[in-house]
DNA sequence: GCCGACCTGAAGCCAACCTGAAGCCACCTG
DNA sequence: CAGGTGGCTTCAGGTTGGCTTCAGGTCGGC
């Protein structure tokens, strides 16, 4: 589960961005208006907290872009309330929950949470790559119809996998992914992953491109 | 994968569309706005590049007009910064990305395969030459139809060779553009890696001219 | 016929990759 | 609070297979 905080308040972000990591989320930040408008736009988020407050581009009109390009990934929007801005405006371009300044971590978890269940009721698409079939919004797999458990990591890179099923995606692409983009170890960790999603799926699930990736077997 | 570009400057326009079929995108130009909105309406394009400032009818309404029409094509919008138009006024007429001049080559090209992947599938095109079918996305070569297993530098000399089909590819640009540029190796390396793709795609598909280089065959 | 360009099979080397094991940490439970 | 559990990450040894070099042969032009 993957989040985008668009904040330029270095502490505040640094802070909100560290309680996340602690409940397991990969949580990636960003100070700008505009840079979080493309990292949003990129799809790979499953939730993005935005500040109203933005150098580059207001946080009004990061979502009211996002929501005219017809992506719908949740919003979460922050504000100081100094008056200027108002929560109707906020949830009038799109947003799908607003928090004003300043708020409890307590609180800010479970609308985080709240959020993130809705939309898991909500039909994220269930892949379907040869004999898998990867439940998105359940975080469920099957195997000819017989459920493999797997790890929060492990998942989310199969999903990787899947959302790009026949192409080879490269470690440094799921790293970037699945893991937070500061993350600095050894990107053996993917190989690691990989053989044991191969323990639990069977070996041929996940073809080995030498030199250039993996790739999950769109026949098969 | 087929992209249109819209754009009045004649050397940028043209700088950009040797750029992307370099990359093997098919590309269209076209240097006014109207004429613009008729080819994008026509639903054949995968994605459009569309200049503001234009003769005939500008970028914005352009774009407006597409999708007035229902037309959803992905849209990236290129810009002068001279203050004039700002990207959220873009973002607002329905353009899924933006991008102010100067920009990067690495840049746009990011951006479109961005945009291209957001739209499902492949942001790489599949290249054809003759009987073969080269999938850049998925590293993958069919012939006739029958997977051809290549390793990485052998897939990377068939695509060189294949981005330029039917053109003289010397040894030197071979090896500048697989290699390491900084490589010192014998040239001969290329050599001995169209005699392994001599044997796995047939003796005909790669034509020797000697002191000039190798010719993807464009007929056989 | 000579010479340079090119072809190609063989072989060593080394990087990429695989995987089992173990340490660490957070969380749960009694 | 102690002990247990499970997941994440690191590490290291082993294996594989691709990369490169080399050398002897073939081909084509002059």
Redesign the interface.
């Known amino acids: 589960m993957r989040l985008l905080i668009v904040e330029d308040e270095k502490r505040l972000a640094r802070s909100l961005a560290g309680g996340l990591r602690a409940e397991g989320y990969a949580v990636d930040v960003v100070h700008d208006g ?1 840079e979080g ?2 990292r949003a ?3 790979t988020y499953d939730l993005v907290i935005l500040d109203i407050m933005l150098p580059g ?1 207001n946080g009004y ?1 990061v979502c ?2 996002l929501r ?3 992506n719908d990934v949740p919003v979460l929007m922050l504000t100081a309330k100094d008056g200027e801005y108002d929560e109707a405006e906020g949830l009038d371009t799109g947003a799908d929950d607003y928090l004003t300044k300043p708020f409890s971590y307590v609180v800010l978890m479970a609308r985080v949470k709240a959020l993130l269940r809705r939309r898991g009721r909500s039909a994220l698409p269930v892949l379907r790559v040869g004999e898998l079939s990867i439940d998105q919004g359940a975080h469920r797999v099957e195997r000819d119809g017989a459920e493999v458990t797997l790890t929060a990591k492990e998942f989310a890179v199969l999903e990787q996998l899947a959302l ?1 099923a ?3 995606v490269s470690k440094a692409e799921i790293l970037e992914h699945v893991w937070d983009f500061a993350y600095e170890g050894d990107n053996n960790i993917v190989e690691v992953y990989v053989s044991a999603l191969r323990r639990k799926l069977g070996a041929a699930a996940i073809q080995t ?4 990736g993996y ?1 999950l077997a769109s026949d098969a």
Chains 1, 2 share one sequence.
């Open positions: 505009l408008l493309h736009g990129e799809g581009m009109r009211g872009a005219a390009a017809g790009r026949g192409e080879v491109v030498r030199g250039a790739r």
